[in-house]
């Protein structure tokens, strides 16, 4: 029997460790990996992608909706380039992802030859362990180092082999201080908890206060029942950043959604009149929304280096987020007055009949509110959803409304556009037989939307609803409200995506008129395998913060007076919304 190969040896450990998908795109400079996937087939799923930047978004999605290593591989040079963005993604909202990459010959690195790209120093800023495999000998020791960083540190970890070194055989050469089988293919979790004197200051803190708020992040997603139970003792408002949409339901009457631009008008009166303010498993990026007053914060974090990061900290309690909950609530005493949360109850529900209202128009051209309101009520309980960057990031936040069991994400702190289509592909992947549902605007679905290719050839039955407004409509926003300039360079060459779906081997339906979004949406969610819907909205809806500051509404007049080509039609629009929400 030969001896085992690099690559053997590597496909080999990565099985041990648990390993079933890799997400690639082939490549000579690493067709000894393809050749032992080939013969493993049956133990390991390869899921060929159209663009490896799709591969690195899918093993980043797969490891959130999993909670398992996500794992993508890349050929040499251009092919592991375009990885980065992907892996930026994963790197940015702490997903452990191991990318594997080829090089050219060993012997030819460094002699201007073909592809001859040093990938693991162009890693070094986005991997936290990046090793070259020097041999047979060497990859057990690299791979079993490699997963218990991403996996400890949740982060990004790189591995690069040479073409010809994947194809070197075991011959038992090692060095002598190389003990065989001295690394173990073994990662023990930890959930750390903090120190009895530390909890009792921050139950100190908290017992303390009258009107408590709760920023509940991904670090609270495994941690429902805790944050609940915190909020029921404390009679304390749960805010939630976009990353920890899913920590609680929508329907919980201590909530009130979101945070910041995408977030809700509640919200933002809650964190402005709190006293108190208890920060769990979040870093919450956008420091103008946290509250401008001094409040007493306890802030609970799996890293301490996140301690004290976004806000004024009184008591940090570094540990995992569900354990220390369970400890610190045993310190607290219930608290009695209720007027805090009543009051923003009470707001929440206006919020409520607001977005409804929105959600509920019969006017056209179609508001996209309208499309996200009725998806929302008709999905799974259990149902996964990948929302992507832009415009349509609001209308997932505030018309998705989380129930059950539902899981969501987004390209979070990185905030990349094209992870819709990719993050869809890695929930489906790593979720077989539930339901997922992927919400894109026509600018970065078109980014990556080869990837469609992808769906159909695995028939994953992902229902992605497409915003088509025509133009890259969060940065008319930004340009307009935040700079004070009119759009410029943002139009977009009209797609016909479901005749475009269709093409592809995929159920295309297009939606313009919300008498036939319910209809439509319903029919499309019963559609067996994928599915695209183009929903042609509304290009001057603005996605309008829960609270407009005065230099927002400024900026906003001051694009209009200077030309902004689509104004009248803009301020249409807008006093159009502003005079529903007065009446």
């Given at each position: 029997m030969p001896n085992k190969t690099v690559a053997e040896l590597l496909i080999e450990r990565l099985m041990q460790w648990g390993v079933d998908t890799i997400f690639s795109l082939p490549g000579d400079g690493i067709n000894g990996i393809y050749e032992v996937l080939r013969i493993n087939e049956k133990k390991i799923k390869l899921v060929q992608v159209r663009h490896e930047e799709a591969a690195a978004f899918a093993a980043c999605a797969y490891a959130k909706y999993s909670g398992r290593l996500g794992v993508c591989l890349a050929t040499s040079g251009p092919g592991g380039v375009h990885l980065l963005n992907g892996l930026y993604d994963a790197k940015f909202d702490g997903q452990p992802v191991l990318a594997i990459t080829g090089h050219t010959f060993h012997d030819l690195i460094g002699t201007h030859y073909k592809q001859d790209l040093d990938l693991d120093k162009l890693f070094m800023d986005v991997a936290a362990y990046n090793e070259r495999i020097m041999g047979p000998s060497h990859v057990y020791n690299v791979v079993d180092e490699a997963i218990k960083t991403a996996l400890s540190q949740r982060t990004v970890v790189h591995i690069n082999i040479p073409k010809d070194i994947q194809e070197w055989e075991m011959d038992g050469q090692r060095s002598a201080a190389n003990v065989p089988a001295h690394s173990a293919d073994i990662y023990k979790l930890s959930r750390p908890v903090p120190s009895l004197v530390e909890l009792n200051g921050a139950a100190s803190v908290i017992n303390s206060g009258k009107k408590i708020v709760i920023l509940a992040g991904r670090g609270a997603l495994d941690a429902r029942e805790e944050i609940l139970q915190l909020a029921a003792l404390t009679q304390g408002v749960i805010i939630k950043a976009l990353l920890g949409k899913a920590v609680v339901p929508d329907d919980s009457p201590y909530t009130t959604g979101g945070i910041g631009?995408?977030?809700?008008?509640?919200?933002?009166?809650?964190?402005?009149?709190?006293?108190?303010?208890?920060?769990?498993?979040?870093?919450?990026?956008?420091?103008?929304?946290?509250?401008?007053?001094?409040?007493?914060?306890?802030?609970?974090?799996?890293?301490?280096?996140?301690?004290?990061?976004?806000?004024?900290?009184?008591?940090?309690?570094?540990?995992?987020?569900?354990?220390?909950?369970?400890?610190?609530?045993?310190?607290?005493?219930?608290?009695?007055?209720?007027?805090?949360?009543?009051?923003?109850?009470?707001?929440?529900?206006?919020?409520n009949d607001l977005l409804r209202a929105e959600g509920t128009r019969e006017d056209k051209p179609l508001k996209p509110q309208v499309v996200a309101y009725q998806l929302s009520s008709l999905i799974d309980n259990n149902c996964i959803i990948c929302a992507d960057t832009g415009v349509v990031t609001t209308w997932a936040a505030r018309h998705i409304l989380i129930r059950g069991e539902q899981k969501f994400s987004v390209s979070g702190n990185f905030s990349s556009m094209a992870n819709g289509l990719p993050y869809a592909i890695g929930a489906a992947i790593s979720n077989p037989g539930r339901q997922v549902i992927c919400l894109c605007g026509d600018g970065g679905f078109s980014m990556l939307m080869c990837e469609l290719a992808t769906i159909a050839k695995y028939q994953l039955p992902i229902k992605i609803i497409i915003f088509k407004n025509n133009s890259f409509g969060m940065i008319k926003w930004e340009q307009i409200v935040f700079e004070g300039n009119p759009e410029y360079g943002l139009d977009l060459h009209p797609i016909d995506f479901a005749m475009f779906a269709r093409s592809c081997g995929v159920a295309g339906f297009s939606l313009d008129d919300p008498a036939q979004a319910q209809t439509i949406i319903r029919k499309a969610l019963n559609t067996l395998g994928p599915v695209v819907i183009d929903a042609k909205i509304d290009p001057y809806e603005a996605p309008m913060p829960g609270h407009i500051s005065c230099e927002q509404a400024w900026h906003f007049i001051e694009a209009m007076i200077r030309g902004e080509k689509d104004r009248w039609d803009i301020l249409k629009t807008v006093i159009k919304n502003k005079i529903r929400r007065v009446f």
């Amino acid at each position: 029997m030969p001896n085992k190969t690099v690559a053997e040896l590597l496909i080999e450990r990565l099985m041990q460790w648990g390993v079933d998908t890799i997400f690639s795109l082939p490549g000579d400079g690493i067709n000894g990996i393809y050749e032992v996937l080939r013969i493993n087939e049956k133990k390991i799923k390869l899921v060929q992608v159209r663009h490896e930047e799709a591969a690195a978004f899918a093993a980043c999605a797969y490891a959130k909706y999993s909670g398992r290593l996500g794992v993508c591989l890349a050929t040499s040079g251009p092919g592991g380039v375009h990885l980065l963005n992907g892996l930026y993604d994963a790197k940015f909202d702490g997903q452990p992802v191991l990318a594997i990459t080829g090089h050219t010959f060993h012997d030819l690195i460094g002699t201007h030859y073909k592809q001859d790209l040093d990938l693991d120093k162009l890693f070094m800023d986005v991997a936290a362990y990046n090793e070259r495999i020097m041999g047979p000998s060497h990859v057990y020791n690299v791979v079993d180092e490699a997963i218990k960083t991403a996996l400890s540190q949740r982060t990004v970890v790189h591995i690069n082999i040479p073409k010809d070194i994947q194809e070197w055989e075991m011959d038992g050469q090692r060095s002598a201080a190389n003990v065989p089988a001295h690394s173990a293919d073994i990662y023990k979790l930890s959930r750390p908890v903090p120190s009895l004197v530390e909890l009792n200051g921050a139950a100190s803190v908290i017992n303390s206060g009258k009107k408590i708020v709760i920023l509940a992040g991904r670090g609270a997603l495994d941690a429902r029942e805790e944050i609940l139970q915190l909020a029921a003792l404390t009679q304390g408002v749960i805010i939630k950043a976009l990353l920890g949409k899913a920590v609680v339901p929508d329907d919980s009457p201590y909530t009130t959604g979101g945070i910041g631009l995408l977030g809700t008008a509640p919200s933002g009166d809650a964190m402005q009149e709190c006293d108190t303010l208890i920060m769990a498993g979040t870093s919450f990026p956008y420091m103008e929304f946290y509250p401008k007053q001094n409040v007493r914060t306890v802030q609970i974090d799996i890293d301490q280096a996140r301690i004290g990061l976004r806000h004024g900290v009184e008591v940090g309690l570094t540990g995992d987020c569900r354990e220390t909950l369970r400890a610190l609530i045993k310190l607290l005493q219930p608290q009695q007055d209720k007027s805090f949360l009543e009051k923003t109850q009470e707001r929440m529900k206006k919020w409520n009949d607001l977005l409804r209202a929105e959600g509920t128009r019969e006017d056209k051209p179609l508001k996209p509110q309208v499309v996200a309101y009725q998806l929302s009520s008709l999905i799974d309980n259990n149902c996964i959803i990948c929302a992507d960057t832009g415009v349509v990031t609001t209308w997932a936040a505030r018309h998705i409304l989380i129930r059950g069991e539902q899981k969501f994400s987004v390209s979070g702190n990185f905030s990349s556009m094209a992870n819709g289509l990719p993050y869809a592909i890695g929930a489906a992947i790593s979720n077989p037989g539930r339901q997922v549902i992927c919400l894109c605007g026509d600018g970065g679905f078109s980014m990556l939307m080869c990837e469609l290719a992808t769906i159909a050839k695995y028939q994953l039955p992902i229902k992605i609803i497409i915003f088509k407004n025509n133009s890259f409509g969060m940065i008319k926003w930004e340009q307009i409200v935040f700079e004070g300039n009119p759009e410029y360079g943002l139009d977009l060459h009209p797609i016909d995506f479901a005749m475009f779906a269709r093409s592809c081997g995929v159920a295309g339906f297009s939606l313009d008129d919300p008498a036939q979004a319910q209809t439509i949406i319903r029919k499309a969610l019963n559609t067996l395998g994928p599915v695209v819907i183009d929903a042609k909205i509304d290009p001057y809806e603005a996605p309008m913060p829960g609270h407009i500051s005065c230099e927002q509404a400024w900026h906003f007049i001051e694009a209009m007076i200077r030309g902004e080509k689509d104004r009248w039609d803009i301020l249409k629009t807008v006093i159009k919304n502003k005079i529903r929400r007065v009446f």
